[in-house]
């Protein structure tokens, strides 16, 4: 960094934040939740955080039912990380599209440890514990202790997202 003055602090406003983060290419996922009928909601923001013990993290948004279920007394959530041919289900649980059926009744599904729906086709999985909950502005990050993991699909291509848009390259 070169010497110079140090600029005056500007204001950040979401759309400025949210313009800047979508030039940073994201994996998709489907976090779903051991309720009554089953939850889902697509997440980008998630990460791992520790591997002894296996922890990692999502954010959740406090507008959203999710929020509602995990601070209502759900303690479990499962992590479903999509492939390129899963972009209906990242749609879906975005509230993009409808579908004519719940992709809990239309896709292959079974539970691990938690009991919170794990989508046979998806790339991988961490079916987690909530470890810790941190509140973060208009978020909660959740961190998941991993019960239980795999990779199911690893020649699959996985889905992401990259300046708005759904991409499955991967060179």
Same mark, same amino acid.
């Given at each position: 960094?070169?010497?110079?003055?140090?600029?005056?602090?500007?204001?950040?406003?979401?759309?400025?934040?949210?313009?800047?983060?979508? *030039?940073?290419?994201?994996?998709?996922?489907?976090?779903?939740?051991?309720?009554?009928?089953?939850?889902?909601?697509? +997440? *980008?923001?998630?990460?791992?955080?520790? &591997?002894?013990? $296996?922890?990692? &993290?999502?954010?959740?948004?406090?507008?959203? #039912?999710? %929020? #509602?279920?995990?601070?209502?007394?759900?303690?479990?959530?499962?992590? *479903?990380?999509?492939?390129?041919? @899963?972009?209906?289900?990242?749609?879906?649980?975005?509230?993009?599209?409808?579908?004519?059926?719940? $992709?809990?009744?239309?896709?292959?599904?079974?539970?691990?440890?938690? /009991?919170?729906?794990?989508?046979?086709? +998806?790339?991988? %999985?961490?079916?987690?514990?909530?470890?810790?909950?941190?509140?973060?502005?208009?978020?909660?990050? %959740?961190?998941?202790?991993?019960?239980?993991?795999?990779? @199911?699909?690893?020649?699959?291509? $996985?889905?992401?997202?990259?300046? /708005? @848009?759904?991409?499955?390259?991967?060179?």
């Amino acid at each position: 960094m070169g010497g110079g003055e140090i600029p005056a602090c500007m204001t950040v406003d979401g759309d400025t934040l949210r313009d800047v983060m979508g *030039n940073f290419l994201t994996g998709v996922t489907v976090v779903t939740l051991p309720t009554e009928p089953a939850h889902g909601m697509t +997440a *980008n923001a998630f990460s791992s955080v520790s &591997l002894d013990p $296996p922890l990692c &993290l999502v954010c959740v948004d406090h507008d959203t #039912e999710t %929020y #509602e279920h995990l601070t209502g007394g759900v303690d479990e959530f499962c992590v *479903n990380v999509l492939t390129a041919d @899963q972009q209906h289900l990242g749609e879906h649980f975005a509230g993009m599209n409808d579908l004519d059926e719940s $992709p809990f009744e239309s896709e292959s599904t079974r539970t691990e440890v938690t /009991g919170a729906p794990v989508f046979d086709e +998806a790339l991988a %999985y961490l079916d987690c514990t909530v470890d810790a909950a941190h509140e973060a502005g208009d978020h909660t990050i %959740y961190v998941g202790h991993v019960e239980a993991t795999d990779v @199911q699909e690893p020649d699959a291509d $996985p889905l992401g997202f990259f300046q /708005g @848009q759904w991409t499955s390259s991967v060179e």
